[in-house]
């Protein structure tokens, strides 16, 4: 059986159509009218909106075939991917493309077919809007140019769509940022209210433990002097991590790391999470460090979720370089052995408010940290693997040394070391 060729720009055809977040969505009432109108127009039984995925067409709209997606490799709107002109094929069994293919000898016996290809502004062709029957026959040229104009109809529909998803993202963030504005208030006051009964605490206590003469009370009061200071560095890393800065600083992956780290001390413990942590990277990067702290944090917490009942987490830093642009900066790798992702969710990790989750999650995580790493001119990778035994994934993220950011710039204080 024929196979339509692959395009060369295939990747990049199929980030343009996730981009409008279309597939595997309910049925839309202005997508409706057009496959209605395809069929009414050119006389046929059957009429789709289908759109080529990676393996497969799925079917936004369909009339008379009761389907809603059939494999890519037989696909006769992948066919259509290589070209802007509608594809005609006026008896099947007499092209050879398509004699053999499966949906002409079997259901629904496809013997006629026409497609106009969906071509989006960047001149991808993202799929068709086609008809077909079970007869041969031929299309008058009216028919074609009201079958390109119903394609031109779709993509704007979808823009439309798009600039709907984008506004109600936009909204959404916005919403969220408020909120962790708000919450962030909160952890720095009462940070601050904490820390200086803590001061009137340890101080006495320090001094307790320096006079006593006895080594078990010695102890015990050094035990206890060991915890406030812990308790005060909690507080500390509150301010810290709830204060954005009014200027980018200077920020080595240490302070980066230890400070989400510590962000998820106990869920770590809890979890009985083994951390394992290796530092190649030397430089320090130019970037606003709650930001990038809160992009890091929202991938941490991903992962130690995906360990509910243990696991080995594992963070890494290193020299490197954009691999696009070839610009210098760090590349941070946060990678577990969880219990890793389907191809589905991985498709749709960095979608706004896509969750695996149910209520509990926002599936704003990554979304917001794509965004901030946008900002800084960073990029950020995802590959996972569901099989058993070998589960994980596996996140990376670059950081240019120096990001596209004004203001003076200060040095982040490292944290204490974290431990597990």
Not at 163 to 185: C, H, I, S, T
Not at 353 to 363: E, R, W
Request: some cysteine; overall charge neutral.
């Amino acid at each position: 059986m024929f196979t339509a060729p692959i395009p060369e720009d295939d990747a990049d055809r199929l980030a343009t159509l996730y981009r409008y977040s279309i597939l595997d969505t309910q049925p839309e009432q202005g997508f409706e009218d057009v496959t209605t109108l395809a069929s009414e127009i050119c006389g046929t039984r059957f009429s789709l909106i289908s759109f080529v995925d990676l393996n497969r067409q799925w079917f936004k709209s369909e009339v008379g075939l009761g389907s809603s997606e059939t494999g890519r490799a037989e696909s006769f709107c992948a066919c259509a991917l290589t070209s802007p002109e509608p594809l005609i094929v006026e008896d099947t069994l007499a092209d050879p493309r398509f004699a053999e293919n499966p949906l002409v000898l079997g259901e629904p016996g496809i013997r006629f077919y026409a497609g106009a290809p969906l071509v989006a502004p960047n001149g991808h062709v993202l799929g068709t809007v086609c008809v077909f029957d079970t007869e041969p026959r031929t299309i008058s040229a009216s028919q074609v140019l009201a079958l390109k104009a119903l394609s031109r109809q779709v993509m704007l529909l979808l823009e439309a769509r798009l600039r709907l998803l984008e506004n109600e993202r936009a909204a959404a963030a916005l919403m969220q940022q408020e909120k962790l504005a708000v919450v962030g208030r909160l952890a720095s006051s009462m940070a601050h209210e904490i820390n200086n009964p803590l001061e009137a605490v340890t101080n006495p206590l320090w001094l307790s433990q320096q006079r006593s003469e006895d080594g078990q009370i010695k102890e015990w009061l050094g035990m206890a002097d060991k915890e406030l200071r812990r308790v005060s560095t909690i507080a500390n890393q509150a301010l810290r991590m709830h204060k954005q800065a009014s200027a980018p600083q200077l920020a080595t992956c240490d302070v980066l790391f230890s400070g989400v780290l510590m962000a998820y001390e106990s869920r770590i413990r809890n979890a009985g999470i083994e951390v394992e942590k290796r530092k190649r990277a030397t430089e320090p990067v130019v970037c606003f460090e709650g930001d990038v702290r809160q992009a890091l944090g929202n991938v941490l917490g991903n992962a130690i979720d995906a360990m509910s009942q243990g696991g080995r987490l594992f963070l890494r830093s290193r020299m490197g370089r954009d691999w696009r642009s070839g610009r210098a900066g760090v590349v941070l790798t946060i990678a577990d052995n969880g219990t890793g992702m389907s191809q589905e969710v991985r498709r749709r990790a960095f979608e706004a408010f896509f969750s695996t989750k149910g209520i509990g999650g926002s599936g704003l995580g990554l979304w917001i940290s794509a965004e901030i790493l946008q900002r800084h001119l960073g990029r950020i990778l995802l590959r996972s693997s569901p099989r058993p035994r070998r589960s994980g994934t596996v996140v990376t993220v670059f950081l240019p040394l120096e990001a596209a950011v004004a203001g003076p710039l200060t040095v982040a204080r490292p944290l204490p070391p974290f431990a597990c």
